[in-house]
């Protein structure tokens, strides 16, 4: 069941719904804010629309990069599997 939570990012409250307990939530806070100051500091620039766009690379960037890792890890898992496979048949 979805409840509500409110989240506050750059400075903003937000009220989202989500099924996540509530620590999980703010987890998620936490992180979004972490990154957006440590893109914010790195900027010279203020302009909350390009923190927030090279976030969003950044994380997306980091996801795709532990999508294909998890991938890679799946593969081997299955070679594994089917060696073992095939040792036991002996």
Do not use: C, Y
């Amino acid at each position: 069941m979805k409840t509500s939570h409110a989240v506050t990012i750059l400075g903003r409250e937000l009220s989202v719904r989500s099924s996540a307990p509530e620590a999980k939530v703010q987890a998620v806070e936490t992180f979004v804010n972490d990154k957006l100051q440590e893109i914010g500091s790195a900027l010279r620039s203020g302009d909350a629309q390009l923190v927030l766009i090279l976030a969003l690379l950044n994380t997306s960037e980091e996801l795709l990069e532990l999508r294909s890792e998890r991938e890679k890890d799946s593969a081997v898992e299955s070679r594994i599997n089917t060696m073992l496979a095939s040792l036991e048949a002996v």
